[in-house]
C-alpha cells in the first residue's frame, strides 16, 4: 500500500504545475505528515520557489504544505521577501495564502504572521503580492505553510489598494475578482546575498522600452514645435532580457534590439526621415531605487531619407553610460548618453553623440 501511494504522488508531482485544487488535496492526503517541523538552512541570494509540496504537516483544522528554513547563529537582522502568485486555470483563478510562524532558539514560536494581501505586482509571471519578512537576530528558523480552514471557501482579490486575506476587508468601490484558496501555489522566496541584509528584486528576466535621444548633429528643423531630426536620435522601440549575475545580487546584464524611425516635415514643406535598428548590451548595476549602467551600443540599417535622396550609414558602435530610477511594478525612468560617429557610403565621417531619457518595464 505505502508503495501504490508513493507511485501515485510521484505522478502528481510529475504534473505539479497543472495540479487542480482536487488534485492538490490528493497530494497532500498521501504526502507523508512530518511528526514536527522539518528545517533547512536558509540559502542565500535565493530567488526562486520555496517547494512547499515535500513536507505536510498537521496543524488545526487539518493538514498543510509547508517549508521550514532555519537560520545561521548570530545572524543580525535581515529582510526576506515572499511572493504569491494568482495562478490561472480552466477551473478559474486561485492563489496560496501565506502563513509563517517565527520560532527562537529554543524551537518555541515567537509569532504567527497572517498577512493582508494586495495583489498590486506584476511580472513576467503574472500578478503576486509581496509579504515581507523582517528576521531580528532573535528569531532562529521560520515556517511557510498555509490555513487548512481555508480549504473550500471562497476567495476573491483586488489589484490594486486592498487585497484577499482569510479575514479580509476590500474598499467597497473596488472591484473584486473571485479566486479560490489553494493547498499548493506558485510561491516565490528572495534571500539576501552575502553581506546583504535586503533582497534586491529580481534581475533577470523579459522587458521592453520606449526611449527618445537627441543627436548634436542637426539633420533637420521640424516645423509646428516639432523636435529636429537629429543623426541617430528620434523615438525608438526596444526589447530585451536581463541576465542576473550570481554572487552579486545587484549587478545584472541587459541585452536588448529595438528600431527608430521618425519623421518631419521642415518650413519649406519638404519631408525628412530616418530609420535604423539599434542594439545594447550594458552591465547594470543595482540598489533598492536605482541604476547605473554602462556598455556599448550598436547601430545598424540606418538611413537619411530627404527630397527623393538617401544617405546610408554603415553600422557603427559605441559606449554608452545609463542612470534610471526604479519606480512600482518593474517601471523605470531614465536617461541615457551615448558617444557616436557616423560614416555614410562616401565615407563621410560625423559625429553625433546623443542624450535621451527612456521609460522601461521590467520582468
Known amino acids: 500500500m505505502r508503495f501504490i501511494s508513493l507511485l501515485f504522488m510521484l505522478s502528481l508531482l510529475g504534473g505539479c504545475a497543472q495540479l487542480t485544487p482536487r488534485g492538490q488535496m490528493s497530494l497532500l492526503q498521501v504526502t507523508p505528515v512530518s511528526e514536527q517541523y522539518e528545517f533547512e538552512l536558509l540559502p542565500t541570494g535565493m530567488q526562486g520557489s520555496p517547494s512547499l509540496r515535500d513536507h505536510v504537516i498537521e496543524v488545526s483544522g487539518g493538514k498543510s504544505f509547508y517549508k521550514g528554513y532555519s537560520l545561521e547563529d548570530g545572524h543580525g ?3 526576506v521577501q515572499l511572493r504569491t502568485y494568482i495562478v490561472k486555470s480552466t477551473q478559474g483563478e486561485g492563489f496560496f495564502y501565506p ?12 509569532d504567527i504572521v497572517r498577512p493582508q494581501l494586495r495583489f498590486t505586482q506584476i511580472s513576467a509571471e503574472g500578478r503576486y503580492a509581496v509579504v515581507p519578512l523582517q528576521l531580528n537576530p532573535d528569531i532562529a528558523s521560520f515556517v511557510i505553510r498555509t490555513e487548512p480552514k481555508l480549504y473550500g471557501q471562497e476567495a476573491s482579490y483586488t489589484k490594486q489598494h486592498q487585497g484577499a486575506s482569510w479575514s479580509y476587508s476590500v474598499s467597497p468601490f473596488t472591484k473584486r475578482h473571485a479566486a479560490s484558496y489553494l493547498a499548493l501555489g506558485e510561491v516565490e522566496l528572495l534571500t539576501p546575498d552575502v553581506g546583504h541584509t535586503s533582497p534586491f528584486e529580481k534581475l533577470s528576466g523579459p522587458f521592453w522600452g520606449f526611449s527618445l535621444q537627441k543627436g548634436s548633429h542637426k539633420l533637420a528643423s521640424g516645423k509646428d514645435y516639432l523636435p529636429d531630426l537629429t543623426l541617430g536620435g528620434g523615438p525608438n522601440f526596444s526589447f530585451g532580457y536581463a541576465f542576473g549575475i550570481p554572487g552579486r545580487p545587484g549587478a545584472s546584464v541587459r541585452s536588448s534590439v529595438g528600431a527608430s524611425y521618425y519623421s518631419v516635415t521642415d518650413s519649406s514643406g519638404k519631408g525628412h526621415r530616418q ?25 545598424s540599417g540606418l538611413s537619411y531619407h530627404y527630397d527623393g535622396s538617401t544617405t546610408e550609414y554603415k553600422n557603427n558602435w559605441g559606449p554608452k553610460l545609463v542612470l534610471e530610477i526604479r519606480g512600482a511594478m518593474g517601471v523605470s525612468l531614465g536617461v541615457q548618453a551615448s558617444w557616436l560617429e557616423f560614416e555614410d557610403q562616401f565615407g563621410n565621417k560625423t559625429n553625433s553623440d546623443q542624450l535621451g531619457f527612456y521609460i522601461a518595464r521590467f520582468y
Not at 502563513?99 to 515567537?110: G, P, Q, S, T
Not at 540598489?287 to 550598436?298: A, C, D, E, K, P
Open 275 to 299: 530609420q535604423g535598428f539599434t542594439g545594447d548590451l550594458l552591465w547594470v548595476e543595482s540598489n533598492q531605487v536605482s541604476s547605473l549602467g554602462f556598455g556599448i551600443t550598436f547601430n
Open 99 to 110: 502563513v509563517i510562524e517565527l520560532f527562537d532558539r529554543n524551537n518555541k514560536r515567537i
Open 77 to 79: 537582522s535581515l529582510m
